[in-house]
């Protein structure tokens, strides 16, 4: 039996979430070989009734034991503090975890993986594979290609992040900040006409968490431990789809139109960079797509071998459930 015919059990925990609602519609649409699927939650959601697939189930509370069932796979969409907890003990029982936490993306023993760039990582799991942060993903997708080319020397990352990237209380923020009497929820100062360079907490070097996740994990996918990366990340009153202002800085000489043409004929990757016509990625357009699209690519003139290029992406699909669902697609492909 190949692995189309071999049918599997997945578990989704976070299910009610904001990327466990994505992950669902995700899943839908892939239809992949998977005859069971148990979606499990906080003991607050647990209980709740959803329609997946015309068929309705009741969402469990995730408990220690909840995976003494048996499952092949597991996507994790609730955090670090339960990846931690939870991860290891599916793992082993031989249950294949993608988790969409920070909890084990540095981890030395643990693949972080975006299937377009470094997919042979998976098979060197030990139970646990993890998905990068958001804004790390739809980066590196276009990096890869260009650094396999020309050997990046330096990136420099500028973020504009979608406030679904803070999940429902970031959302809520913005849609309902205008109100006088609305109390936020998620961040520090109104979102509303605002931009806000802290995305997670302030660490002593003076970068935000979020910065030093993107440094570290770009380093890590793209196995250039000592790639030179810095990065402002800052989140913008926008409901969904994550931009991106990237410098890139090269060890060799490059083509321009080489260069865009290495882009265009590689997996992921929508080129949308037509400015005389105002064509170039929007995140209204990227929202819904599990492309990375990239446009506004033009030369540095400030160094000898670099580019600037704008990449945008929705957060929720390619950053976070379409990325850890192409993962588990991955790992069946290669089973067959």
């Not at 092949?72 to 670090?80: C, K, T």
């Not at 050997?151 to 679904?164: D, G, L, P």
């Not at 995305?199 to 993107?214: A, H, P, S, W």
Request: proline fraction near 4%; hydrophobic fraction near 40%; charged fraction near 30%.
């Amino acid at each position: 039996m190949n692995a189309k015919e071999r049918k599997y059990k997945l578990a989704l925990v976070g299910a009610t979430g904001v990327v466990g609602k994505v992950a669902r519609d995700v899943l839908e649409e892939k239809n992949l070989p998977i005859s069971e699927y148990v979606f499990f939650s906080s003991a607050k959601s647990a209980g709740k009734k959803i329609i997946f697939q015309e068929k309705e189930y009741t969402v469990r509370e995730l408990k220690e034991d909840s995976f003494d069932e048996g499952f092949d796979f597991a996507i994790f969409s609730a955090g670090g503090e339960t990846s931690k907890k939870f991860a290891p003990i599916a793992a082993s029982k031989g249950c294949v975890v993608v988790d969409n936490s920070s909890a084990w993306r540095m981890d030395k023993d643990v693949p972080l993986v975006v299937p377009e760039v470094n997919s042979e990582e998976i098979k060197k799991n030990h139970g646990i594979i993890a998905n990068p942060n958001c804004s790390t993903i739809q980066a590196v997708v276009p990096l890869k290609v260009l650094d396999d080319k020309y050997k990046i020397k330096r990136v420099v990352y500028s973020t504009y992040q979608a406030v679904s990237g803070a999940g429902i209380k970031g959302i809520r923020d913005l849609e309902d900040g205008a109100n006088t009497d609305y109390k936020l929820q998620k961040f520090a100062h109104p979102i509303i006409n605002n931009c806000l360079p802290h995305i997670d907490v302030f660490l002593d070097n003076g970068y935000t968490k979020e910065e030093e996740k993107m440094i570290n994990e770009t380093r890590k996918i793209l196995n250039r431990p000592n790639l030179p990366v810095t990065a402002t990340t800052v989140r913008v009153p926008v409901i969904n789809s994550h931009s991106e202002s990237i410098n890139v800085e090269f060890e060799n000489k490059f083509d321009m139109d080489e260069l865009i043409e290495l882009l265009k004929n590689s997996k992921g990757i929508i080129v949308q960079d037509n400015p005389a016509s105002s064509v170039y990625p929007l995140a209204t357009e990227a929202s819904g797509h599990d492309e990375v699209f990239v446009g506004r690519i033009r030369r540095d003139y400030s160094i000898e071998n670099g580019i600037n290029m704008w990449v945008v992406a929705d957060n929720l699909r390619k950053g976070a459930a379409s990325n850890a669902i192409q993962i588990v697609e991955k790992m069946i492909d290669e089973k067959s």
